[in-house]
């Protein structure tokens, strides 16, 4: 008889740490190898973990809603064969979130003392603790830290909350110091804006206590025939990231149009031949993206990011698609190194993902490392968007419907009004980096390419 650890797998590079979101087994059940064991949740996937090996579960380290550092060990697996096996890597498989229980205690980690004047990194989970509790910056800067590297947890911050009110710890000022801004990914109010610089007032009775006076004022609850619903997870980690994207990049829409009949004609004469060959079908998405990925090609600063004063041109193309969800939510898989895949690669490609996307069986690594996204506003019937840069992104395109109208078309006999499949196009850029010029000529480009689509293409 042996002990085996089960520790928090890698998700992805920039991925610290993951929220345990439900145990699917506990001390003294069986546990076959490759068995789910657990689910956790990243600001990306919802991930399942599978067992190492066989044999029965020992011990839970950890409970739902614990936030746990990448590599940390969660459980022990008792084995019979004496031999420990070695963690695979790991293949996460997407899950749909399930609603989490309240947090029990674990064993107490090792307590790391904050570093003053060390940008310290909070998750939006203990941001909206923070917030709704009235913890300004400067004083959830002061609060030791037993996650990795320091890090706050959630029960740091709720023991730290249960002590303050205790009178145990003194409290700070009612309102956040001039200059000490909660970080851009505090969710905020889902009815109210507020400024940057001032967390968002809690949804629950206010308190009158000193942390809460004299701060915004409580949002009143309508008590007419009205329902209120609690954001899911992912809902709240869409929010965060849309509203630390306008935060963080000053937006700027260029709207171009497209006559797309060659397109649509070909697609419409190649689609079923293309089906029955290749197995998978043709859509718009892959032609679009075809005409982004020349159009980069002549303007790689779209394909970049922003760090500080530094701009970072990104060599690879990899291009995010976004996907709404059966929820409704939304998610954005990446085909990576697109621009070395021919037509029938993207179009297997687009297909797979936004497959894996709606069945929820997306990697963590299949939506990490888009450096350029495509939205397709037009599969809902809208005309054309603005879409909302995907960070860190610098820009992001969004295709709209594709109708028919009246066009005037110029001929050898003279002007004509003809009959045309018309579409929308529009490119959101980040400003401090693209300017007009570049981003209307861009979003030109793509339209040119796609009026260009030569009719007698060979499959």
């Not at 190649?270 to 993206?289: A, Y």
């Not at 992001?396 to 001929?411: D, F, N, Q, Y």
């Amino acid at each position: 008889m042996s002990l085996v650890d089960l520790v928090m797998p890698k998700m992805g590079e920039s991925i610290m740490e993951a929220t345990i979101l439900k145990w699917h087994k506990q001390p003294g059940d069986a546990v076959k190898q490759d068995e789910t064991v657990l689910e956790i949740a990243t600001d990306k996937v919802d991930s399942e973990v599978p067992s190492i090996t066989e044999g029965v579960m020992e011990e839970v380290l950890y409970q739902v809603n614990d936030v746990v550092p990448i590599g940390s060990v969660i459980a022990r697996i008792r084995t019979s064969n004496g031999a420990a096996a070695t963690p695979p890597v790991q293949e996460a498989v997407t899950v749909t979130p399930t609603p989490t229980a309240t947090q029990n205690h674990h064993p107490a980690p090792q307590v790391f003392a904050a570093n003053p004047g060390t940008p310290r990194f909070y998750s939006p989970l203990v941001l909206n603790i923070a917030a709704s509790e009235g913890v300004p910056l400067s004083e959830l800067e002061s609060i030791p830290g037993t996650g990795n590297e320091g890090r706050v947890t959630k029960k740091d911050i709720l023991q730290y909350i249960a002590d303050r009110r205790s009178g145990h710890v003194p409290t700070a000022a009612a309102t956040t110091p001039a200059g000490a801004a909660y970080p851009a990914a505090a969710t905020p109010a889902a009815t109210t804006s507020y400024p940057a610089a001032t967390p968002p007032p809690s949804v629950t009775p206010t308190r009158t206590t000193p942390e809460t006076i004299n701060t915004q004022p409580p949002i009143v609850l309508g008590s007419g025939n009205v329902e209120i619903i609690e954001m899911d997870r992912m809902r709240r980690l869409i929010a965060d990231h849309m509203v630390r994207s306008v935060h963080t990049s000053p937006h700027v829409t260029s709207i171009s149009e497209a006559d797309v009949t060659h397109l649509v004609q070909w697609r419409e004469k190649v689609k079923n031949e293309f089906e029955k060959r290749e197995g998978t079908k043709l859509t718009f998405t892959p032609l679009f993206i075809e005409a982004v990925i020349r159009c980069i090609k002549k303007y790689p600063l779209v394909n970049s990011s922003v760090d500080g004063d530094k701009i970072i041109l990104k060599k690879d193309i990899n291009i995010g698609m976004a996907t709404a969800l059966p929820s409704g939510n939304l998610i954005v898989p990446v085909i990576r190194n697109a621009d070395q895949l021919n037509l029938t690669g993207l179009a297997r490609q687009v297909n797979t993902l936004a497959d894996n996307a709606r069945q929820n069986k997306l990697r963590p690594e299949d939506t990490q490392g888009g450096t350029f996204t495509l939205t397709n506003v037009g599969t809902f019937g809208s005309l054309m968007g603005t879409p909302i840069i995907n960070q860190p992104q610098v820009a992001i395109l969004a295709v709209g419907a594709i109708k028919k109208r009246p066009m005037v078309l110029e001929t050898d006999g003279g002007d004509a009004i003809v009959i045309r499949h018309m579409m929308y196009l529009s490119l959101s850029y980040d400003h401090r980096i693209v300017d007009g010029s570049l981003g209307a000529t861009f979003c030109s480009a793509v339209a040119r390419e796609l009026e260009n689509f030569p009719v007698d293409r060979q499959l």
